[in-house]
């Protein structure tokens, strides 16, 4: 009986140890996020689609009627992300980015979420897609599919992660996950 005591004990102590070190994240070191250098001859970039270049402006209509131009956004980070209703990893994305936006919009972060309105089979999926999901931020409406293809598009989602002075930072073809999203956020404020 006493060796089954013993044996529980450093089971429970084993147990303590593994949780406290291995499986606890709370005692992982937190690295602090760096942030995006300024640059100080930004409006001089070249315009263009890669990182260090700055984001061609656009011109579209959101879902509620309002003009929406890229070039109104300097003095503000930017997500510009390319979706569609049926893409499942568009769908998967969503609600992160929503949950972020509400998060960062007080320090100035904004989202826009262009859909490429020509890949839909009913246009009016757009709202619904919008409602289900409960999304805050602009949804510009790429109708034509002209930003589609000035960004060269090739695949669903697609992000562009912009600095203030309108310089696009990274660009990320496919989902970001949650956590890979906040940093990029936290890199741009």
Known sequence: MKKWIGAAAIVIILLLIADRFIFNDNNKEMKPIEKY???ENASELPMGLNEGTRAPDFVLVDLNGKTVKLSDYI???VLLNFWATWCPPCKDEMPHMEKLYKKYKKDGFEI???NVTTSEKDPKHVGQFVDEYKLTFPIPLDE?????H????IGY???FFIDSDGVIRRKVMGP????ELEKEILKLL
Request: hydrophobic fraction near 40%; charge should be neutral; charged fraction near 30%.
């Open 75 to 77: 003095g503000k980070p």
């Open 157 to 159: 989602p697609t992000s």
């Open 112 to 114: 826009l979420a262009v």
């Open 37 to 39: 250098e300024k640059l």
């Open 150 to 153: 000035d960004y060269a598009i």
């Open 144 to 148: 034509k599919g002209a930003v589609f």
């Open 176 to 179: 970001v996950k949650e956590d």
